[in-house]
């Protein structure tokens, strides 16, 4: 036992080193509005962001948000935006790498831009990847919004684009919906991207129509058969080498 007890202690120690590596790796979660007055990036630890915001959870601060908005030609106002994802500490999760954003948008009874375009993006996952689906699922809710209103969502990754989903009020009345899309085959690479986007152009009564918005970028890939059998075990690897090693001396003994 004694002459493995070195390999093992190398094994947990890189094992160490890899978790490490994706965590330095995992990019900033960051969400951008972009309207025709200007653009905005909102950032952990940025005025724009609530404080305890993290790269995995990431909660706009509307009031200094909404200041900036109407300083900058728009019309818009939030009472909530946020974004997360599962990137840290691992990069991701052997189940699916998640992006999420939403929040509420709704029209303000001044003059400036009624469209808006929210973005999320956040680069550095690594779990999982190869060849794969990005999927995508939007939701919506409209109240007060004219017919005029409508809603663009789509999601990405490494820059290729889910097809967009598009969603328009049926009247003034609260009107809700969801639907999905997805992109494959798409390969991720060994480290990827993921954004995901939402572009509003809003109607109706100033003061009162609002947006309810959501979109959820997922990628997912087919575990390889020796992934699956330690996924399946749950087995870590230098238990899973100590067994081996067990084995082998009872065999020779």
Known sequence: MKKHRGLILALGLAALMSLSSREANAGTLSIVLSWSGGTLTITPGSIYAQTGSTNDSLTANTSQVN???????????????????NNIPLGGAASGAILSEGGTVSMGTGTGSNSITISTFQDGFSLPNGTGKLSS?????FNDAAGATQTMNMSSINASNTAPLSYSSSGSGPNSGGMGNSLSPVTSGATYSLDNSTTINLSGTPGSATDVFGVNAKFTTVPEPASLILMLTGMPLPLVVLGLLRRRRRATA
Do not use: D, E, M, Y
Request: net charge positive; hydrophobic share 40%; aromatic share 12%.
């Open 67 to 85: 200041n900036f908005l109407a300083g900058n030609a728009s019309n818009l106002k939030f009472s909530g935006l946020q974004a997360s994802s």
């Open 137 to 141: 699922a939007s939701n919506f809710n």
